[in-house]
């Protein structure tokens, strides 16, 4: 069955520090990956997905995620963390034959200090 | 432009009382999920539905029921409420291939006393 691993439950930067949340998957062929981000009170918010195409995928606000098929890995990052990128961040993944649902991970929250 | 709406974003029931929660989407997506979000545990999965009027078991399905009866709905039910059950509930839709994306309601805030 599919699942993810997202490493450290809690991450901390400096504003202008590299960000890097880690995400793992599980799963017998290459999936769908996601990163969605919540920001508090709020829904949940597509970054970037990764479908078929070029391994390095770029999102939106500045984040980046590169597939990397033989770690099973899907890390997350951006070069300079702003202070509104404190939020918490969700991989998620999803097989590709119809009739699979999308699993979340346990969520990474983010803090930027100044 | 409504995307996923939750009814209602609020509730507190009492334990054992029932209720329904709707979710409704506008975008003619095909695939439609409820999920349950508590701290430190992300979003679980409760159940699913890859069409109209089909329904599947997620991760932690015990305690809910769900229909789709219209593509556009999908209603999840607490028949007897329990405090383990107090949660933020997210419904999410999607679209059935093509690296699917899911959109989100903003949530259902309930407690069970």
């Known amino acids: 069955a599919q699942s993810v691993t997202q490493l450290g439950s809690h991450v901390s930067v400096s504003e202008g520090a590299l960000v890097l949340l880690r995400c793992n998957y599980s799963?017998?062929?290459?999936?769908?990956l996601f990163w969605y981000v919540q920001y508090p009170n709020q829904g949940l918010q597509l970054l970037l997905k990764y479908t078929s195409a070029a391994t390095l995928v770029k999102g939106i606000n500045g984040f980046e995620a590169e597939f990397k098929k033989s770690e099973t890995s899907f890390h997350l990052t951006k070069p300079s963390a702003h202070m509104s990128d404190a939020a918490e961040y969700f991989c998620a993944v999803s097989e590709r034959q119809a009739g699979t649902a999308l699993i979340f991970g346990k969520g990474t929250t983010l803090s930027v200090s100044s | 432009n409504a995307g996923v709406t939750q009814t209602p974003k609020f509730r507190v029931l009492k334990t054992g009382q029932s209720m329904t929660l709707l979710c409704a989407q506008d975008?003619?997506?095909?695939?439609m999920y409820w999920y349950r979000q508590d701290p430190g545990m992300g979003l679980r999965l409760i159940h699913y539905?890859?069409?109209?009027?089909?329904?599947a078991k997620g991760e932690v399905p015990d305690g809910y029921n769900v229909s789709r009866l219209k593509k556009q709905n999908f209603l999840l039910g607490l028949e007897s409420a329990a405090p383990s059950q107090t949660s933020v509930y997210f419904c999410?839709?999607?679209?059935?291939?093509?690296?699917?994306?899911?959109?989100f309601g903003q949530g259902t805030r309930l407690t069970v006393v």
């Open positions: 975008m003619n997506h095909e695939y």
């Open positions: 999410a839709s999607s679209t059935r291939t093509g690296g699917p994306e899911a959109f």
């Open positions: 799963s017998s062929v290459p999936p769908y």
């Open positions: 539905s890859v069409g109209e009027g089909t329904t």
